[in-house]
């Protein structure tokens, strides 16, 4: 989970892209890279198979400070969607703070959507992670394929749960930056719940977005992005 260092005022987040293969995870992290150039810890790291689907994970690190001082890391995982590759995403999942499942919005892809979610209570299970409290964003991506779920039957998805949902075309940047906010936030909100952050730290869940919306602001423009 959330790892705090309180001496040199810093805590690290980690946050987990899941959901089938080729529904659009490392596209979600390859586009956050490309609108956050200058805000970055470092390099999108991507490690693919031959047929350049993801094997092990992608990572990518964000690094900031708040207006008090207190340095906060995000790093953000995918995982490989393959069946076949399920102890890897078993052991990417371990310490999750927050997950945004990657959904493809084709109606003929709703069976491995299930699958996958299902995958992932378990995964999560036998983390000892529960369900119920971690924090969980849905993406409904590749809207703009033929034979997708429409607007309205996504809307009815989403008042069947309490997860919130966003609606996606990651290959132009649509709906990501989106997705990524609302999951920060919702990290944020549960962990500021168990840890009281703005008392103890003096930051505040809107401090933390503030900070957050920087991150899409270009490099030097404001007081934003001190990483590197």
């Known amino acids: 989970m959330v790892y705090i260092d309180i001496q040199h005022r810093e805590v690290t987040l980690k946050l987990v892209y899941y959901g089938p293969a080729l529904s659009g995870k490392t596209t979600n992290l390859q586009q956050l890279h490309a609108c956050m150039v200058g805000h970055t810890g470092g390099e999108l790291v991507t490690l693919d198979t031959r047929d350049d689907r993801t ?3 992608d990572l990518l690190p964000l690094e900031f400070e708040t207006r008090g001082g207190f340095k906060i890391r995000l790093k953000l995982f995918t995982v490989p969607g393959q ?7 078993k052991i990417v999942l371990q310490g999750a703070d927050g997950v945004a499942f990657i959904a493809d919005s084709r109606v003929a892809q709703t069976r491995g959507n299930n699958e996958s979610f299902a995958n992932l209570k378990q995964n999560l299970r036998d983390n000892g992670l529960d369900f119920d409290d971690i924090a969980l964003v849905i993406q409904f991506n590749k809207r703009d394929l033929p034979g997708i779920r429409s607007d309205a039957e996504v809307k009815r998805i989403a008042t069947k749960g309490k997860e919130p949902i966003y609606t996606a075309v990651a290959t132009e940047g649509r709906g ?36 957050i919306d ?13 990483g590197t």
Request: no cysteine; glycine share 10%.
């Open 55 to 57: 094997l092990f994970f």
């Open 83 to 89: 069946v076949i590759h399920n102890a890897t995403r």
């Open 176 to 211: 990501v930056p989106e997705t990524f906010k609302g999951l920060a936030a919702l990290s944020w909100k549960k962990l500021d719940a168990k840890f009281n952050f703005a008392d103890r730290f003096g930051v505040t869940h809107d401090d933390f977005m503030e900070r």
């Open 214 to 226: 920087e991150l899409f602001a270009p490099a030097g423009s404001g007081d934003g992005g001190d």
